[in-house]
């Protein structure tokens, strides 16, 4: 294709957004709604499943050892327990350890209380972390097993949140992408088709002097492609301006403590990617499913 006709395509694309300007305008807007709650409930999805991988590293099961066990037979259990599946690594923990880190969560006025304390109050114990969180209560289990380990203690209530929150979030986000997919390419379809409808008699001329498909198609298809990386980019600014200020709320708030929120720095060439990505696919798509029906004279 000669360079001043393919320039000739791209003009009569651009200025075809103009000619059906308040059909445009709703594509860009509707485009910019559906990838705004698709960006929300991804990000969303993200910022859970994040805190589940930190949830799963700090996480663990503390297993205590039979008391009348030695130190030495106590020991000795830890390849037992590493040896058992999901579990990611232990820790052996004696009495004196554990008596230490007891201490030290108090203040040097407060530690003179436990001026007559002794090991002997602790137990061994193994602290046991995991690779699959959501295996927590298998873990458990087997752990329980372990001959010489008399009880476990593992935050399962927390963990079962996080995962069940996992869940929910994953399948709403799958199934509100796919359905505000569909409505974005339906959308885009119509404003194509009422260029195209507008333009059919002309379409049909050029079909019948022998122009191509493909020369036919071409300014359709930029304007589809324009409207989509428009409604892409004012989607992204928006959910940037929208990220940013959820995390000011949340940086105030007693849950960020709890919660890590990655910055939007660290996710907005991912997010922009992905936003230019779906408005270049919608555009496209949209257009030449709208024009095929008139090319066929």
């Known amino acids: 294709m000669k360079l001043n006709r393919f320039a000739y395509l791209l003009k009569e694309g651009f200025l075809s957004i103009f000619t059906h300007g308040f059909m445009s ?3 860009v ?50 390849a037992r327990l590493e040896a058992i599946e999901n579990v990611k690594s232990v820790e052996f923990v004696s009495r004196e350890e554990a008596m230490n880190n007891f201490v030290s969560q108090y203040s040097e006025e407060d530690e003179e209380m436990f001026s007559d304390l002794t090991p002997s109050v602790f137990r061994n114990r193994y602290v046991i972390y995991m690779n699959d969180l ?76 022998g122009a191509n498909n493909a020369f036919i198609r071409c300014p359709f298809v930029v304007e589809g492609l ?41 996710l907005q060439l991912s997010v922009l990617v992905v936003y230019l990505a779906v408005g270049i696919i919608v555009g496209t798509f949209g257009s030449i499913i709208a024009i095929r029906n008139y090319l066929k004279v």
């Open 25 to 27: 305008f709703a594509c």
């Open 29 to 78: 807007m509707v485009i910019v709604a559906c990838l705004l709650i698709m960006g929300v409930f991804s990000v969303l999805a993200y910022i859970v499943d994040l805190n589940i991988d930190n949830l799963e590293q700090q996480n663990e099961i503390l297993a205590f050892v039979e008391e009348h066990l030695p130190e030495d037979e106590a020991r000795e259990i830890g």
């Open 134 to 209: 959501a295996l927590l209560d298998r873990t458990d289990e087997a752990v329980k097993a372990v001959n010489g380990i008399a009880e476990t203690s593992a935050a399962r209530e927390l963990s079962r949140g996080f995962i069940a929150l996992r869940n929910v979030v994953s399948i709403v986000s799958a199934i509100l992408i796919l359905i505000l997919f569909i409505v974005s390419v339906f959308i885009m379809q119509n404003t194509i088709k009422l260029a195209t409808f507008s333009r059919r008699e002309e379409i049909g001329i050029m079909k019948m002097v």
């Open 226 to 266: 324009i409207l989509g990386l428009l409604g892409g980019a004012i989607a992204f600014f928006l959910i940037w301006g929208v990220y940013s200020f959820m995390c000011n709320k949340i940086a105030t708030g007693m849950i960020a403590s709890i919660l890590v929120i990655p910055t939007f720095s660290s």
